[in-house]
Every structure is written in structure tokens, then in C-alpha cells.
């Protein structure tokens, strides 16, 4: 285990097996038992058996349906009648609102004003006319705190998107599933984290079936709430999180995920975001799968394991696919910046003619290519500053390039590695 003597007692909840096989009756009618596949790329790469648990594959494109549905459904004859609400910027409000629609129920859910309009647009889409999606605040805690004030003054009932025994009951269904889908022993299953329903659910089942089986977690490098929490033996909420992982990065996980995780992980790994953006680029180009980042979080960790799953029965959790087209380009860049290929720079140039000509003739690599320049020319003063992005075809063509600019009186500041200004130039 990775939690210390600090760790907090358990709680008395603890998802049973019938309790699960109950949850997979309730949502059957509505939700996809997802393909387990075995990838031939990954298993050659890890000399393995690598699967892929495609939960990219629901109806609305990631395993939310399952909790939701199978929290929504069990709601009492009065709530059903009060209405719920819930708070999500993405794939919970998609489950959510599926299930409105599906038991014909009267939703209301906030999502943060800054939610990409291609989200919202799913959410109404699978809500149908049951939902009524209200912008509120710039930020997830901004529509969750909306929302709560919502239940308070109305009565309705919250559908939370983690902490709750029958979303978790509901999420352990994956796990029911891939022990019914193989006849072969699961060595280790690696499991993206963000508040921790899944990892909890997923892995309380599979522990009390075959507790020999490695459940791994797996978050994003920006938000690692869990890791913090089972660090600390108690909820730790984050004062700063990178939201790039939409799907995966919360400030602060579930407390009865928590106590659960700490019964049922046996290891906990943090990924950078850039190497989460290589794999998403990977799963297309070679698979032909398109992955939102929460949904590449457990191939981008087996990197992490390559020498202990040798020979090994791998599984990995796909979770979801609603990634928005419009970010493909912020997901090469993250990718290239992560890998060593993409650099920035400010550079100092002589305000005279041909200074450009000589700093590509010179100083660029036969491979390197100029991607980015701003430049405004100031007569006043002998120097003018530019910020360029150079592109690498290999990573240890850097060495070369910022001995060239050195050799040939390019004075050069370089922005990768500081992140504050880098973040407001680029």
C-alpha cells in the first residue's frame, strides 16, 4: 500500500457483491456491457497481455451512466416527484441527464459558464427536455456551490458525481463486468482516478472476487487528490489544481472513496498531462480510438510498470471519449512540449535587415522548423526581442540548436521552463 500510519479508520460502507449484482440488474436496460479487447500494439510494447476495458464505448460515452442511472433509479416516489440537481462540467451532467430522460424526471443541472459549448450542447441533447442546464460561475466549485443552494431551497435531491454508495455501487459494475469477460486471472488493472467512485467500486468488487489482482490508480500529475489524501489519512482538498484533465481533476476526493482506496489500492501513480496528450495522440493514430485525457490516464501508466507486468494479464480502463475536437491542437502542443520537441524562446535580434535570414541559415538544424514568431520592430533600439517556437524532429537536437544561437550572438531566454511567463506569451 502507499498510505502511511496516518491513514484514518474505515468507514462502515463497504460495496457487497450483491449490492453490485443488484446495481447491474437496475441499469441493464440502459447500459452497454462494454467490449474487453486485447491490444495487439500495447501487448507487443509491454510483452503482456494488455486489454482495454471501452468504457469510451456507453451511450454517453463514458461509465457516468452507471452510477447515475443506477442512483437516479432508486430515488424514492417523493423525490422522484421533487426533482433533482446535480453539478458537473462534463460527463456526470451527461449520465444525469440521460437517466432524466430515460425515467422521465425533472433535472436541473449546473455546469460552470466556461464549459465548452459543445458539452452543453450533449447534455440537452441527451436530456431532451428534462433538463434545464444553468451556467453559474467560472469554475466547478462555483456550479457546485449553485447547486447546493439549489437542493436547500427547493428540496430536491443532489446526485452526486462520486460520493455516494449507489453512484459507487452503480461504477463497481465495470469490475462485475471483466470478471465475467475473461477466464484468465487479472494480474493488475489500472484505473484513472478523479474523485474516486470508479477506482472504489471497480476495485471493492474485484478485491473480494480475486484480492490477488493489483488495482492500480493512476491520476494526473495537476490534481493528485487522492495520492495527497491517502498520503494524509484524511480528505486533502487542493488549493491549486491543472484543470487540463477535465474528467479526472478535482481539488478534492470523496471521503467514503477515500476509506474505500485505502482498503483497496495497492498502488497509486501520477501522470504528467503532456505524456496523457502523447497516448491520446497514440490511441489515434495507431488504434483509431478517440479518448478525452481522463480516458488515456491508465495506458499513459503503464510506462510506470513495464518491468512488473512482463508476461502478465493487464486490463486497462478506458473511461471515457468526450473529448472536444476544438482542443486537438492544445493536445499536440502539450504532447510536443512534454517529449522534448517544441521550444520557446525570447530572442534578442539585431534590428537590422537580413537578421531573420541569418537566424534561419545559421542557427536552425536541418530538422527544426519555426512554428512561432512574434516580432514588432522598435527603431529606438538596437535589439529588438522576438518570441519564437522552434519544433525538433528529435529531442536531443536542442543541445545543438542553443549552442548555435551562443555561437552566432543570438542572446536567447528560455521559456519552457518558466511556466508563469511562458503561460502569458504563448
Known amino acids: 500500500m502507499t498510505t502511511n500510519s496516518k491513514i484514518a479508520a474505515f ?8 449490492a453490485v449484482k443488484k446495481a447491474k440488474e437496475t441499469i441493464s436496460d440502459v447500459v452497454e456491457t462494454t467490449p474487453l479487447m486485447r491490444n495487439l500494439n500495447l501487448s507487443k510494447q509491454f510483452c503482456s497481455n494488455v486489454y482495454l476495458k471501452r468504457e469510451d464505448l456507453q451511450t454517453v460515452r463514458s461509465y457516468k451512466i452507471r452510477g447515475a442511472y443506477n442512483k437516479i433509479k432508486n430515488l424514492t416516489k417523493q423525490q422522484v416527484e421533487s426533482g433533482i440537481v446535480c453539478a458537473s462540467a462534463g460527463n456526470h451532467a451527461q449520465g444525469v441527464a440521460f437517466s432524466c430522460r430515460e425515467l422521465h424526471i425533472n433535472g436541473y443541472i449546473f455546469m460552470p459558464a466556461t464549459t465548452p459549448r459543445q458539452k452543453v450542447n450533449q447534455v440537452k441533447m441527451f436530456g431532451q427536455g428534462f433538463v434545464e442546464v444553468i451556467l453559474k460561475g467560472d469554475t466547478f466549485d462555483d456550479a457546485y456551490k449553485a ?9 430536491r435531491t443532489f446526485i452526486h458525481p462520486f460520493d455516494d454508495p449507489q453512484i459507487i455501487e452503480g461504477q463497481a459494475t465495470v469490475g462485475l463486468e471483466l470478471i465475467e469477460q475473461t477466464d484468465k486471472p487479472i494480474d493488475f488493472i489500472f484505473v484513472p482516478i478523479g474523485g474516486g467512485g470508479l477506482v472504489a467500486g471497480l476495485g471493492a468488487y474485484i478485491k473480494q472476487i480475486t484480492p490477488e489482482t493489483k488495482i492500480i490508480g493512476v491520476e494526473p500529475a495537476g490534481a493528485p487528490a487522492m495520492q495527497r489524501s491517502m498520503e494524509q489519512g484524511e480528505v486533502v482538498e487542493l488549493s491549486e489544481i491543472d484543470k487540463f484533465v477535465d474528467g479526472a481533476a478535482v481539488k478534492k476526493v470523496g471521503s467514503i472513496n477515500l476509506s474505500i482506496c485505502q482498503r483497496v489500492l495497492d498502488d497509486m501513480i501520477l501522470v504528467p498531462e503532456g505524456k496523457i496528450c502523447t ?3 497514440e490511441l489515434y493514430n495507431y488504434e483509431a480510438i ?5 480516458g488515456a490516464l491508465s495506458i499513459a501508466a503503464l510506462d510506470y510498470y513495464a518491468d512488473q507486468i512482463i508476461g502478465k494479464n493487464v486490463v486497462c480502463i478506458l473511461s471515457g471519449s468526450n473529448n472536444d475536437i476544438t482542443r486537438t491542437e492544445e493536445i499536440k502542443e502539450r504532447s510536443l512540449l512534454y517529449e522534448g ?3 520557446y524562446f525570447i530572442v534578442r535580434f539585431p534590428q537590422r535587415a537580413g537578421a531573420l535570414k541569418t537566424f534561419v541559415n545559421t542557427v536552425l538544424g536541418p530538422g527544426d522548423d519555426i512554428t512561432h514568431f512574434e516580432y514588432k520592430k522598435k527603431t529606438a533600439r538596437a535589439m529588438g526581442p522576438v518570441v519564437i517556437g522552434v519544433e525538433l524532429q528529435k529531442p536531443d537536437d536542442f543541445d545543438g540548436l542553443q549552442k548555435r544561437m551562443e555561437e552566432h550572438g543570438f542572446v536567447a531566454e528560455y521559456l519552457n521552463e518558466k511556466p508563469d511567463l511562458f503561460q502569458y506569451l504563448i
Do not use: F, N, Q
Not at 447547486?147 to 428540496?155: I, Q, V
Open 290 to 294: 478517440v479518448v478525452e485525457p481522463a
Open 341 to 343: 520537441l517544441k521550444h
Open 279 to 281: 497516448k491520446i495522440l
Open 11 to 18: 468507514s462502515d460502507y463497504y460495496p457487497s457483491l450483491d
Open 147 to 155: 447547486a447546493m443552494d439549489e437542493c436547500a431551497r427547493t428540496g
